[in-house]
Nanobody
């Protein structure tokens, strides 16, 4: 069964770094645009970043631009989110998602969620102050 799954979450002190991974299984990974979302406790889900199938184009929400970097390795069927200069406000469950359409993917990141072809179950990132 096709799916995407996140890993790499954990507890980090403010100012630290963390790298999340999203690995795809049973789908042709390099056909898909990929995205990261997050949902903080008591808040709505928000889009974080997205990347085209070939990794050549990326988009970031303002709150993470300059601190987070999205990338992918199609040979490993894996997408990454390198998070630097982490702040307590970055505490959230982080989700990855995949969609065949870059247009839809970017729209969903701007919207903070919505229908996409595949969603992971999330990984918890906690930033201590």
């Amino acid at each position: 069964q096709a799916q995407v799954a996140e890993s790499g979450g954990g507890l980090v002190q403010a100012g630290g770094s963390l790298r999340l991974s999203c690995t795809a299984a049973e789908l042709k990974f390099d056909d898909y645009a990929m995205a990261w979302f997050r949902q903080a406790p008591g808040k709505e889900r928000e889009g974080v970043a997205c990347i085209t199938w070939d990794g050549k184009t990326t988009y970031y929400t303002d709150s993470v631009s300059g601190r987070f970097t999205i990338s992918r390795d199609n040979a490993k069927n894996t997408m990454y989110l390198q998070m630097n200069s982490l702040e307590p406000e970055d505490t959230a469950v982080y989700y990855c998602a995949a969609d065949l359409s870059w247009t839809i993917t970017k729209l969903r990141v701007r919207q903070g969620g919505g229908d996409m072809d595949y969603w992971g179950k999330g990984t918890l990132v906690t930033i201590s102050s």
